[in-house]
């Protein structure tokens, strides 16, 4: 189904105040968004409108029962200067996963790429052109129905925002095993992308940080040694030349990049397991010297290369050298600017704007 998007434009771009050499992380927005509501049962109103607060009901629903899912994604420019994007489809597909889980309605897929599509050719302009750099996608959703009471709620919006990053200079990571509090279990709603997994992890991460670690690696809610991913990455271990990542649980979330890597990884010949992976399995392997390198995978931070894991005052350590990590890192950073061919179809073109 071909959607009417509505585009109202901002008289004056504010893109020319932006020092695309110096751009500051998640604060620079772009002129535009893309909003739809949903009201009676359907989406209706697609529109892309200028970029401004939107007034919020104190009982807005999102704000008391936290029905709020967001997706993360990044467009390029290819290496004639065009707009691609990475797999939006696998975004609206998970979003709709989200969706479900916290009892929220799906939105249509095809409106969902269309309407990146529009907002990225029509913000072209904020595309940073350097190596690494990339026009950050936050497509959300939330209820914004005004009522005091536990159920679904009737009315949501789903909004695109649009934010540049620079290149992710990416110094080897620290991570803390938390044993103390847990992210998800099977059930739960770990792997959905829910707002409020994120909001229960802000103190667990806040304590890491203060320790003077990156980020949590999250283990099982169960028996608290089982390695789930870490704050906003999932994680891949070379052991004895094999690729071990964490199978899907029902907990963790499915990454893109996760998928994304599995398949560039079989396609270079590498075996990939999933299947699950305690920390002393890691622990053993380092003090071995069969723990060749491990990794965090996300679209924030394409690969992040692990340095050490603390875990109850001991301390797993990495090796220095991430060959495989910073090979699949250059492979995926290559295919997402056009510059070797993309095996696997995962770029979707962005037509420049309509005139
Ligand atoms: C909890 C969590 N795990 C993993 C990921 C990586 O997912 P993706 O590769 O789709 O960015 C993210 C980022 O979205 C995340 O927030």
């Known amino acids: ?87 939006p489809t696998k975004n609206a597909e998970r979003l709709n996963f989200s969706a479900d889980r916290m009892g929220m309605p799906d939105f249509p897929e095809t409106l969902f790429v269309e309407g990146l599509k529009q907002l990225v050719a029509l913000e072209k302009s904020w595309i940073p052109p350097q190596d690494g750099s990339a026009l950050y996608l ?16 009737t009315h949501y919006k789903f909004i695109i ?59 099982d809610a169960v028996e608290h040694k089982y390695i789930q991913e870490v704050g906003t990455m999932n994680i891949f271990f070379k052991i004895a030349g094999k690729i071990i990542t964490p199978k899907r649980d029902g907990a963790i979330l499915d990454g893109i990049t996760r998928n994304s890597v ?13 299947r699950s992976i305690s920390i002393d399995e890691v622990k053993e392997a380092s003090n071995n010297g069969t723990l060749e390198e491990a990794f965090g ?18 301390v797993i350590h990495v090796s220095n050298e991430s060959p495989v990590g910073l090979d699949i890192n250059n492979t995926l950073n290559e295919i997402k600017t056009g510059k070797i061919e993309d095996p696997f179809n995962w770029m979707v073109k962005v037509e420049n704007e309509r005139a």
């Open 161 to 219: 925002i649009a934010s540049p990053a620079g290149p992710f200079f990416s110094k080897r990571i620290k991570l803390w095993a938390e044993r103390k509090y847990i992210r998800a279990v099977a059930g739960g709603t770990g792997e959905a992308k829910a707002a409020g997994n994120y909001a229960a992890a802000i103190r667990p991460t806040e304590l890491a940080k203060a320790s003077g670690y990156d980020q949590v690696l999250w283990l």
């Open 138 to 153: 936050r497509p959300f959703m939330y209820a914004d129905e005004p009522f005091i009471g536990m159920r679904a709620a």
């Open 262 to 274: 599995i398949e560039l990884l079989k396609h270079k010949g590498f075996e990939v397991i999933e």
């Open 1 to 87: 189904m071909k959607y009417e998007i509505k585009i109202s434009k901002v008289d004056k771009s504010r893109v020319d105040a932006l020092d695309f050499n110096n751009i500051p992380l998640g604060t620079t927005f772009t002129d535009h968004m893309f909003i739809c509501d949903f009201e009676n049962g359907q989406w209706v109103n697609p529109r892309i409108e200028p970029l401004a607060t939107i007034p919020t009901h104190p009982a807005a629903m999102a704000l008391h029962y936290g029905q709020a899912i967001f997706e993360g994604m990044k467009a390029t420019l290819d290496s004639e200067g065009n707009p691609r994007l990475f797999r």
């Open 297 to 314: 995978t996300g679209t924030a931070v394409g690969i992040a290369y692990i340095q050490e894991i603390g875990f109850d005052g001991d």
